[in-house]
């Protein structure tokens, strides 16, 4: 994995049309941008987030910054096709499963592993889903996402004081509708829990850094 210094040089890499460094930055930023978008549009994250790395694709030549910068615009590029798609959603009716309905989720894979790492991963995007929208994206871009409070304000359009109080305010949120965090279990009895380690884990050092 590159260090985020040296992704300032891929981000300029990418701009002189190396494709191996898009690649990279590809891989590197996407995960965070789907799972983002999921929180917007559901399962329609796919769809925007190939939308928008066509515009990236695009525009890059045209952008200007570091790899921080980067982080910033692509998730812009993104929340505008997500709230295009919204507005057009508006035109017909739209069914939402339950949060319950994730517990109940298989994966395709041979594995429980792997079929619990799915539900974990749902679980968690289906919880921040349920917050105030504007605590929701808060709550993404700052901490999946990984942006500060002003930057996360300029996508937003508020002010970094009022990003850092909704981010705050949507992990205190989640912190209370989260089941209490079971006593430590012997290394061999040990299993991940689909409600409570991933979020209570990122939660608990988020609401630390923001305080």
Not at 106 to 113: H, I, K, L, Q, R
Not at 190 to 207: E, F, H, Y
Request: no cysteine; charged share 25%.
């Amino acid at each position: 994995m590159v260090a985020p210094e040296g992704l300032d040089d891929v981000v300029q890499a990418a701009q002189q049309g190396d494709e191996e460094a898009f690649r990279l930055l590809y891989r590197t930023q996407q995960p965070a941008l789907l799972r983002y978008l999921r929180v917007l549009v559901a399962e329609d994250a796919e769809d925007v987030a190939s939308e928008a790395w066509l515009q990236i694709a695009r525009d890059l030549r045209t952008f200007s910054g570091d790899w921080d910068g980067f982080r910033g615009w692509t998730a812009t590029i993104a929340r505008h096709r997500a709230m295009d798609l919204l507005r057009a959603r508006r035109r017909r009716p739209q069914v939402s499963a339950p949060v319950e309905y994730l517990t109940e989720l298989s994966a395709g894979d041979d594995t429980a592993d792997r079929a619990m790492e799915l539900v974990t991963t749902d679980a968690a995007l289906a919880l921040i889903a349920t917050l105030p929208p504007e605590q929701a994206e808060a709550v993404m871009l700052r901490v999946v996402v990984g942006l500060d409070a002003t930057t996360t304000g300029r996508i937003l359009g508020r002010r970094a004081g009022a990003v850092r109080t909704a981010a705050y305010r949507g992990l205190r949120q989640l912190a209370a509708r989260l089941p209490p965090a079971a006593p430590p279990r012997p290394p061999e009895q040990r299993r991940s829990n689909a409600w409570t380690d991933p979020v209570t884990t990122s939660a608990a050092a988020a609401l630390k850094e923001m305080r």
